[in-house]
């Protein structure tokens, strides 16, 4: 069977922008406007088990505001967070675990913007 690569990206982000209220985007057009979530990178790993072949693969999120504080970076992560065990639909393999793994949200050193970041934990089988 094929790689799932381009299937899950397809549909995480569909996933992604079906939970947030804000857009989401997978290369950032000029003069985007805040708040917004970008896909930045993913890692994938092999985990072959009794002669399937699994992947353990992780989706880089990062979060976008200006609004005051952080509040608004920390309620896209929520909404984000509904992800969990939510099965994907793809059109090659099979999406077989959904979950937030890790989040972080820092102030950048303009003082005027937020960002958080959401690492999703993806197995799929092919």
Excluded at 38 to 43: A, G, K, S
Excluded at 101 to 116: A, I, K
Aim: glycine share 4%.
């Amino acid at each position: 069977m094929a790689s799932p690569n381009k299937a899950l990206h397809k549909a995480v982000l569909a996933a992604i922008d079906s939970l947030v209220t804000c857009e989401v985007y997978d290369a950032l057009p000029q003069n985007a406007a805040y708040p917004y979530v970008l896909i930045d990178t993913d890692t994938v790993g092999n985990e072959d088990y009794t002669n399937r072949r699994m992947e353990r693969r992780f989706i880089y999120l990062s979060i976008w505001s200006r609004e005051y504080g952080s509040a608004e970076v920390r309620g896209i992560i929520d909404q984000i967070d509904a992800i969990n065990e939510t099965p994907l639909t793809l059109d090659v393999g099979l999406s077989a675990s959904v979950r937030v793994e890790r989040t972080h949200v820092n102030r950048e050193p303009d003082n005027l913007t937020y960002m958080g970041s959401v690492t999703l934990r993806i197995f799929t089988d092919h």
